[in-house]
């Protein structure tokens, strides 16, 4: 496996050890949706989430490195690593909420220096990719085949200043040749998100539910509220459930809107179906409205009509406060 020297080594485990090796040929840059630092992203794929991402960088230039490039990471679909062993290299970079900020000059020159990296350690063509196997350079949004149901991803910002300075910086630096003049950076202007600080939402509940055969289910953490609106999530909101050793159910889950009072469920689409006897993982991204709470239900079906155990459901993720 490979490490870049420019980046903070934080290695994911086991996932840097278990998974399967690629021959890395393209580098595909990503927007977050989370104004996180490498740090906090590194932090995230370990403690909330079963996927990763090789790199992620912050707005202030700060670049981890999670995976070794010669390791396959989740963050590309069918790029992660194709039946012939090649396979792409994912940056997260930071961003606002809804991926509509540009990259700072930070991230750009970090982007910049990788991508001559991606070159000169792995032999990346300098070329922009021309279709979603053809080793080069691209963005998440670029090929269907690089998500799992389409994606704006990084963003009509950040596609203008890859095709505008990124990927001519790329180019130019590898080839020793003058690189474009970036713009000077505008201060951006003051945002309702910027006066906000990050919190955690980090609960659990190790009580034994016993679930009825087939039938949906509300499940408290600390309580059964989740979100009280108005909250506008940074990332998304994690559940993870752990089921009774044994248990042969198939489990679905879906995040729901109601009242203040529990009335009025208005539901976001089932999740699922997942074997009860992994660690099944729901995610939700959605804010929650002025005057409604976010729950959780859960339903298990079995072959037989037997009830499930759960022993232990945790919900995690970040909110603006």
Not at 38 to 50: G, K, L, N, P, V
Not at 225 to 232: A, C, D, E, L, M
Request: aromatic share 8%; glycine share 10%.
């Amino acid at each position: 496996m490979a490490w870049n020297p420019n980046a903070t080594r934080m290695e994911l485990q086991p996932e840097s050890d278990a998974q399967a090796a690629i021959k890395p040929t393209q580098l595909i840059v990503h927007s977050l949706a989370a104004p996180w630092t490498a740090r906090r992203t590194y932090e995230f794929w370990r403690d909330s989430s079963s996927l990763e991402s090789h790199f992620g960088l912050g707005y202030q230039g700060d670049l981890g490195q999670y995976i070794g490039t010669e390791t396959r990471a989740d963050a590309n679909a069918d790029a992660n690593r194709r039946s012939d062993g090649t396979g792409a290299v994912s940056v997260e970079t930071a961003s606002n909420l809804d991926h509509s900020d540009p990259w700072t000059a930070a991230q750009i020159e970090q982007l910049i220096a990788l991508g001559v990296w991606m070159h000169k350690r792995h032999g990346v063509p300098l070329r922009i990719c021309r279709s979603a196997s053809d080793p080069g350079f691209g963005w998440h949004g670029q090929f269907k085949e690089w998500s799992t149901s389409g994606t704006a991803c990084p963003g009509k910002a950040r596609i203008a200043q890859f095709k505008a300075l990124v990927f001519p910086g790329i180019v130019a630096r590898a080839t020793s040749k003058p690189a474009p003049e970036q713009p000077a950076p505008q201060k951006p202007a003051p945002t309702e998100e910027a006066s906000m600080e990050i919190a955690k939402l980090d609960e659990a509940n190790g009580i034994d539910v016993d679930l009825a055969d087939n039938v949906w289910t509300t499940l408290a953490f600390t309580d059964a509220v989740i979100h009280s609106g108005p909250r506008k999530l940074v990332g998304p909101t994690l559940v993870q459930l752990t089921f009774a050793q044994g248990a042969q159910a198939f489990v679905s889950g879906r995040f729901v809107l109601t009242n203040p009072d529990g009335s009025g469920v208005s539901g976001y689409g089932d999740l699922g179906e997942f074997p009860a006897s992994g660690v099944p993982q729901f995610l939700h991204n959605q804010n929650v409205p002025t005057g409604k709470t976010l729950r959780f239900q859960v339903r298990a079906r079995t072959d037989d009509g037997s009830t499930t155990r759960l022993i232990h459901r945790a919900v995690s993720g970040d909110y603006l406060v």
